[in-house]
C-alpha cells in the first residue's frame, strides 16, 4: 500500500460534502501535518492509502504517489477544457516525466518548456516522447490547447498564456510560486482560463492507479538513503537529477 498526500479530510465541510476533500480546511497531510512521511514506519488511516499495482516495487511507486498524482490532477483538469491535444508542460521533472507517459497513451503532442538553456533537461523531454522542447521563454512553434505548470516560477504564467489558443487553459499544480509579472489582459482575453490545483482527493489517486495499474508507466528514480533527505531537496532544487528522488529508509 502507499500513502499519498492526503491522509485525512473531515467528511463534513462543504468541500467535502461536494467531493473537493483536496480542498477541506482541516484536511491532514501525510509528512507535513501527519507524521510519517519521512520514516521507516508510519501509521496511515486505510480509507486514504492507495493499493499499488503489480510491477512496481517500492522505489517505483513512490513518485507516483506525490508527482504522480498531483500531475495526474492537473492534466484531468486541463483536459475538460482543453479543444485539441497540444500540451504544454513547464517544468520538466518528476511530475512531468510521470505525466507525458499518460498523455503520450492519450494521443496528446506534449511541448516541454524547461529553464532557459537547460538543453539537457529539453534532451531527455525529447527522449521521453516530447513533440518539442525549448526554453519558458520560447515561442512553441504551434499554439497550445493547455499548459500545465510544475516550475514555481510566476514568469511561467503570462508566458504559457501567450503559448496557449483562444479558449485554452493554463494549470498551475504547484504549492508554490514566486509572484506573476503583471501582463496585458489581451494575453487572457479570448476566453483562455488559468487556475490553479491543490492536492487530490481520493477519487483522483484511484483514477490514476487505476490508469499505471492498466499501463505500466517508468519512473525514473535517484535513491537517497533517509538521512541525506536534505541532500535529495538540494539535487532537485538546482536540478542536477532527471525524474524523482527517492528516499530510502
Ligand atoms: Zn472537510
Redesign the pocket.
Given at each position: 500500500m502507499g500513502a499519498p498526500w492526503l491522509g485525512w479530510?473531515?467528511?463534513?465541510?462543504?468541500?467535502?460534502?461536494a467531493g473537493r476533500?483536496n480542498?477541506?480546511?482541516?484536511?491532514r497531510f501525510t509528512g507535513y501535518t501527519l507524521d510519517g512521511g519521512y520514516a521507516e514506519y508510519a501509521v496511515a488511516d486505510a480509507r486514504y492509502v492507495l493499493p499499488i499495482p503489480d510491477g512496481y516495487d517500492s522505489a517505483a511507486a513512490a513518485p507516483l504517489l506525490c508527482a504522480g498524482l498531483i500531475g495526474y490532477r492537473s492534466y484531468r483538469i486541463a483536459r475538460r477544457e482543453m479543444l485539441g491535444n497540444r500540451l504544454g508542460i513547464y517544468g520538466f521533472g518528476a511530475a512531468a516525466h510521470i505525466l507525458i507517459q499518460i498523455a503520450l497513451r492519450d494521443g496528446m503532442r506534449v511541448f516541454a518548456f524547461t529553464r532557459p538553456g537547460d538543453y539537457e533537461t529539453q534532451d531527455y523531454a525529447r527522449g521521453l516522447g516530447a513533440w518539442w522542447a525549448g526554453g519558458s521563454d520560447q515561442t512553441p512553434p504551434e499554439p497550445l490547447d493547455g499548459a500545465i505548470l510544475f516550475a514555481p516560477a510566476g514568469e511561467t504564467v503570462p508566458a504559457a498564456l501567450r503559448a496557449v489558443d483562444r479558449g485554452g487553459v493554463v494549470v498551475c499544480g504547484g504549492i508554490h510560486m514566486s509572484d506573476i509579472p503583471s501582463f496585458p489582459y489581451s494575453i487572457l482575453w479570448g476566453e483562455r482560463v488559468v487556475r490553479s490545483v491543490a492536492n487530490l482527493t481520493r477519487e483522483d489517486g484511484a483514477a490514476f492507479f487505476e490508469r499505471v495499474r492498466l499501463f505500466k508507466v517508468e519512473t525514473h528514480t535517484t535513491p537517497f538513503p533517509l538521512e541525506q533527505a536534505n541532500d535529495a531537496l538540494e539535487a532537485l532544487r538546482t536540478g542536477k537529477l532527471h525524474g524523482a528522488a527517492v528516499l530510502v529508509p
Open positions: 479530510s473531515c467528511g463534513e465541510c462543504r468541500y467535502c460534502a476533500e480542498l477541506c480546511p482541516f484536511a
